[in-house]
């Protein structure tokens, strides 16, 4: 007798909800302002360098090193960039509420006409 075991692997597999291309991109953190400006300027000094790793490396421990006041500008142009997403992704919801209203509308009398057939065979078990 083999017993079951319970955990991962044994569910099925939930299909991913299919991601919508017109849905605006997340800004980037204050970090990776600062990595798109850090790498640029350590391409020009080691142009020998073919290692993305070797370049993160050296931005997260230029990143750490750096102090608040270092850091501030980088921070204010990620906000900036986090109130601009804001912006966009209000405009984006409310596309997609007034998308959603027409489909929901016509998902109701859909379901409303599957109710409608349930409750035709709830009568007929009754007689």
């Given amino acids: 007798m083999k017993l079951k075991r319970k955990g991962a692997g044994t569910g099925r597999k939930q299909a991913k909800k299919a991601k919508d291309p017109n849905k605006p991109k997340r800004p980037p953190s204050a970090f990776f302002v600062f990595m798109s ?5 350590y ?6 360098n073919k290692s993305v790793a070797v370049v993160g490396k050296a931005g997260g421990d230029r990143w750490k090193s750096m102090s608040d006041a270092d850091k501030a500008p980088y921070q204010a142009k990620a906000e900036k960039k986090k109130e601009e997403y804001e912006r966009t992704m209000q405009a984006y919801n409310k596309k997609q509420e007034s998308k959603g209203a027409s489909e929901e509308d016509e998902s109701d009398k859909s379901k409303s006409e599957v109710n409608d057939d349930d409750d035709d065979e709830d009568d007929d078990d009754d007689e």
Avoid at 37 to 41: P, S, V, Y
Avoid at 43 to 48: A, I, L, R
């Fill in 37 to 41: 400006e850090f790498r640029e300027q």
């Fill in 43 to 48: 391409k020009k000094e080691h142009p020998n």
